[in-house]
Each structure stands twice: as C-alpha cells, then as structure tokens.
C-alpha cells in the first residue's frame, strides 16, 4: 500500500543539525512533488518546504529559509530534510507528504494526499 | 502570505449534530482550498480539495463550500468518529502554502 515512513528525529542542541528521511513505498516516487509540514507542541500544522518531482525546484517557508535544505534521491525513494541551526521553535513533529492534483474546470488543484505518521524533532539545551 | 482564519477555533458538538466550521483567506484564494481532519497522536487526512471535491473515501456527510475568501466545511450528521481537529489550507499561493490555525471539535 501507499506508505511514507520518516525517521531520523530527536533531540538537539540549539545550534545543531539533524537530517530526516521519509521512506516511499507503494507509488512511483520520482512522479511526484513531496513537502515537508510541521506542528510544534500543541499547535497548528505550518508548511515547511517543497520540492518537485524531479528535484529541479525547491521552495521554504521564510522561518526556514537558509537554515533548512530539502532534497530527495528518487533511485532510493527516499526525501530528506537537512536541518542545521536548529532553535528551540523548531520543535515539532516533522511529517511529509505526498502531493497529488486534478484537473478541475479551469483550475489544477493540488493537495497532500498521502502522510507519514510524523518525527519528533526536539531542539533544547 | 496569505493568511487563512478558521472559526471557530473549538465546538462542542453533540453526535447526530450538524457543524459548520468556516475558514477566511485574507485575500481571493478562488476555490484553491483544501480540508484535513486530524486526530490526536495522528498525521492529517484529506478531507475536501478544489474547495468542494470529496476526496476518495471520505464519507459523504463531509461537504465543502465557498470560492474566493470564505469557504465552510459542513459535517452533517456527526458521528463519534469525527471528534477531531479540523484544518484549513490554501494552495493559491503554490508551492507556498498555508493553513488555518484549525478547529478542534469536541464532544458535548
């Protein structure tokens, strides 16, 4: 079945790095965009990055921008999240996501279909 | 950035009860608008996209509504299983997108 499995989370120093993997299985991984959402301790979900199927774009969040990288290897169907000077609003539980779409009237409408269960990124000293 | 505005932001509800939760763009969004239910300790469902469009398996008493700044997410005859958090998300601005600050909806 569709799966997206995430690893690599714990607990870091302010100041650290941490790199997360999300493990694809069950579609054709290099077809499709994948993002990056979190949601910090008892909060809402806040989008994070995005980068395209193919790996040729990527966009961040402005809290993020520079400090995080997202990138993928479509040969191992895996994506990551390279995070490096981390801060303690950086805390959350870190989820991908697949996007899919459907051509609707005049309009492509996007949307995360498929989610991994999350992992927990603590940045405390 | 768009900002999107949910409300309100908790319900207490009652099974068999109709909800309505809305969700604002602080600007014209079109029906760019997806819904996502969470529940605690889980990630996020697909609910509705394009504003309005039952995802695959969803139960049909979820419906979606709305274009440009005001959308609503209706639950029609509420069940145990929908106590849950309910999220907003524009994708006007794509790839960067945003989401209500949510509703959590509670039982009675």
């Known amino acids: 079945q569709v799966q997206l499995v995430e690893s690599g989370g714990g607990v870091v120093q302010p100041g650290g790095s941490l790199r997360l993997s999300c493990a694809a299985s069950g579609f054709t991984f290099s077809s499709y965009g994948m993002h990056w959402v979190r949601q910090a301790p008892g909060k809402g979900l806040e989008w994070v990055a995005f980068?395209?199927?193919?790996?040729?774009?990527?966009y961040y969040a402005d809290s993020v921008k520079g400090r995080f990288t997202i990138s993928r290897d479509n040969s191992k169907n895996t994506l990551y999240l390279q995070m490096n000077s981390l801060r303690a609003e950086d805390t959350a539980v870190y989820y991908c996501?697949?996007?899919?779409?459907?051509?609707?009237?005049?309009?492509?409408?996007?949307?995360?279909?498929?989610w991994g269960k999350g992992t927990t990124v603590t940045v405390s000293s | 950035a768009i900002r999107m505005t949910q409300s309100p932001s908790s319900l207490s509800a009652s099974t068999g009860d109709r909800v309505t939760i809305t969700c604002r763009a602080s600007?014209?969004?079109?029906?760019?608008l997806a819904w996502y239910q969470q529940k605690p300790g889980k990630a996020p469902k697909l609910l509705i996209y394009a504003a309005s469009t039952l995802q695959s398996g969803v139960p049909s008493r979820f419906s979606g509504s709305g274009s440009g700044t005001d959308f609503t997410l209706t639950i029609s005859c509420l069940q145990s299983e929908d106590f849950a958090t309910y999220y907003c998300q524009q994708y006007y601005s794509y790839p960067f997108l945003t989401f209500g600050g949510g509703t959590k909806v509670e039982i009675k």
């Open positions: 980068i395209r199927y193919d790996g040729s774009n990527k």
């Open positions: 600007q014209g969004i079109s029906s760019y």
């Open positions: 996501a697949k996007e899919d779409g459907q051509q609707a009237g005049h309009g492509y409408y996007y949307y995360m279909d498929v």
